[in-house]
Structure formats: C-alpha cells, structure tokens
C-alpha cells in the first residue's frame, strides 16, 4: 500500500517568524510531522510541500521529500486544501512511482504529533471503509491536525459525507504563547503532581538489568499509581496489563491509564482492579488500606474473618481473581509476556505454589522482575525463617532450571544476602530473571 503524507509548510508566517521550523524540543518544529510519519507501522512516505528554500533544506535533512510550491500558492488567502492537491497532483503524476492509496494531510504545526495516532486513523479508514477520516480533540471539535483520504478523494471538490473521526490531544501552534503551552504541557505530564507519583524514568530498580522495549507485552502487578507502567509510554508498547486492588491508588491509576490511552490514541492500558492469587479457594481474603507493620498502605492476603477472634478489623474487602483467570480473560493463554513485574505484599508465592501458574511463568514470560516478600511468610502464614528462605529458593531454583539467568539482592541493604539465595535475615528480596537471549 502506497501511502504519502503531504506537510503544508510555507515560509512566510505572520504570527511567529519561521513558524514551520521554529524550534521545539530541540528540533525544527516541522520535524516532529516528519517523525511521526516514520515511526508510523505503515510505510508513510513524507513530503513537504514550501516555497521557502530553507525549509526545503530542512525537510530534505530530516527524510522528506519536496514539493516546490508556487509563490501565488504560498498567501494567507489560500486554502490548504489547495496547496494539498497541488502537491498530490504533482506526486501523483510522476513517472515509474505508483499512484497513491491513502494520502495524509499532516500539519507541521501539531508537534506532538505520533506515529501511532496516524495508524489509528488509517487503521480507522480501513476498517470501516470510510472516504476520508480527520482528528478532533477532546472536545470533539476538529483540531486540523491531519485528514487521512483515500486517493481519489484528495481531489474532491465537495464536502465528504463517509467520514470518520479520532481523538487526538493536539495543540496548534501559532504563535509564542501556543509554544509556551506546549512545553508547559509536556512537563506537567511528567510531574508527580500530574500522575500522583514520582516518576523515576528508566532509573527505577526495575529496569536495573533490563528494560521494556517497543512492542512489548507487559504484566504489571501490583501496578500502584502506575510508575512502572508509565514507561510504557516512552517506548510504544503493544499493550500493558496494570493489576492494582489498593483502593488509594487504583483510582489514581485508573486515571493516569485512560490519559495514556487517550495520549496513545488507542486502547494500549488495561486496568485491572483485583487482588491476585494461585488458585480461587474460599480461604483467600485481601483487605485494602493495611500493611501488617507499617498500618494503613496496602492491599495483603490476610487470614479469613473468623479467625480474629476480637472481631474483622478491617472495612474494605477486595475481589480476587486466581492468576490462571486473568490471563485467559485477557487472552494471554497463547502470548509472549516480554516484561513481568510482580510486587504484590506476598502474594507472590500464591502464584508461585498454584503449578499451572508457574508454569505459565516459565514457558511463557521472558524478563521478569520482583519483590519477594519473606516478611509475609513469616507474619501472615506462620512460617519460620527457615521455611520462609526455603520456599524461596525453591522458586529461584526452578528459575535457573528452566534456563533463566538470576539475579537477586535484598531489597534493604541493611538486609544479608548471600550469593543469589536469601537468609534467614532477608525481610524482603528483590529479583530479576531473564533469558539469556532476549536481554
């Protein structure tokens, strides 16, 4: 499929000078249309359709091709459509090149613009057959930013009526005070005021010895506010799975997940507000708003109601669902989960007693991260430390036996560790498993 997206960038601009390559993030402002059309899963073939000599000379450094407008096509009066079907005339009517299946009208105005916001909208034009398919924002106005048609219908005089829409959060600039916005915006969702957390980035102990790379599938549980699934913003993921049954954070969570979904333009977060476990039994209760030493905090297993012989001492009880349960309903069962991170106050070793889910783990997962919590053995299930430290190597054992490199150390260095095995003073352990291969 032969797809060409057609920037309009004049050079004269009457609010901001040199508007189309005015600097942005480092970068040209029309370079971030050029990006988005290579980052694009389709093979979008970029041109820039200018009067300007220097923007010709930029677009053709960053990868575009160009279209030498005419001067009399260059003034505030004229319409972009005009300048649009100028340039796919043009293009269209080369020698030896194939006509165009889909062409992109791209604003180089909309700098944050993604690759993955045009597939939506051409996945969008397909899939419904629509003539032509065009970007609203929020408000569901139309933003301008780009219009997707199939060929023919570039050259339409009239108006459409087989369109189609998608949401885009996209800001136009215009002028100094639109650039302003922009910057502003961007870091404003990268504060912890924004997301409610402090966002590490790539710096986080999860990523120590691996990180989450594009196209991934990822299994977050124990996701809290979401600062581990936020990364999966950074690298386009395929999808990401954010388990969080914590009252007091899966409601921050569940937002920062629709805000991302919303940035992406298309459903890559999936929220799950439940309490994990091995297998579903009648013995497993999680509380929401306790930690056995600290007081009010997280979501733990606890002992079944009757056995607190002074009375329940706790308001909220959350849903469980067993592992198995949460990967078939999310169409897991036959998936490669390329980055797993479990940090689930114990429950941990329900997943890892339950030999269906262990197993899956083993064949299925091939980096993952997490934080053994010996404490709750000791605490919740009346284990010894002894017990508690051979379960553990257990689990680890069975990771090294089914060709994972390991890696462990406990999570307070005030704690001993020795070699990859925790001891009977290890409180809390952090581990990450990777195949070697996929590093």
Known sequence: MNIVAIIPAKGNSRRL?????????????????????????????????????????????????????????????????????????????????PTPDIYISLQPNSPQIKGRQLDNAIDTLLKYNRDEVFSVGLDLMQNAAFRVFKGEYVFQEDLSTNCGVVVCDLHDVHDKDDVGYILGQQRARHSDKQYGFINKGWKNEYFKYFNINKGDVVIDLGASKGDFASMCMEVEVDKCYSVEAAEKHSKILENNLNNWNRDSGYKRFHGIKKGI??????????????????????????????????????????ETIPFMKFIEENSLSKKQIDFFKMDIEGSEYLIFSDEESFNFILNNVQKIVIEFHLHYLRGALNKTKEEAVEITNDIIEKFCENGFKVICRPHNPAHTLEGKEPTEDTYCMDFWAFKEEDK
């Open 17 to 97: 000078f040199e508007k189309n390559i005015h600097p942005i993030w480092a970068k040209p402002m029309l370079y971030w249309a050029i990006k988005a059309c290579k980052d694009s899963k389709y093979d979008i073939e970029p041109w820039v359709s200018t009067e300007s000599e220097k923007i010709a000379k930029v677009a053709l450094k960053h990868g575009a091709k160009v279209h030498n407008r005419s001067p009399e096509l260059s003034d505030s009066k004229t319409y972009k459509q005009v300048v649009i079907r100028d340039a796919a005339k043009f293009i269209s009517s080369r020698d030896h090149h």
């Open 277 to 318: 476990i091995g297998q579903q039994s009648g013995d497993d209760w999680f509380v929401s708003g306790v930690n056995a030493k600290k007081g009010p905090d997280d979501c733990i297993r606890i002992p079944k109601p009757e056995e607190y012989p002074n009375g329940f001492p706790y308001d909220l009880v959350v």
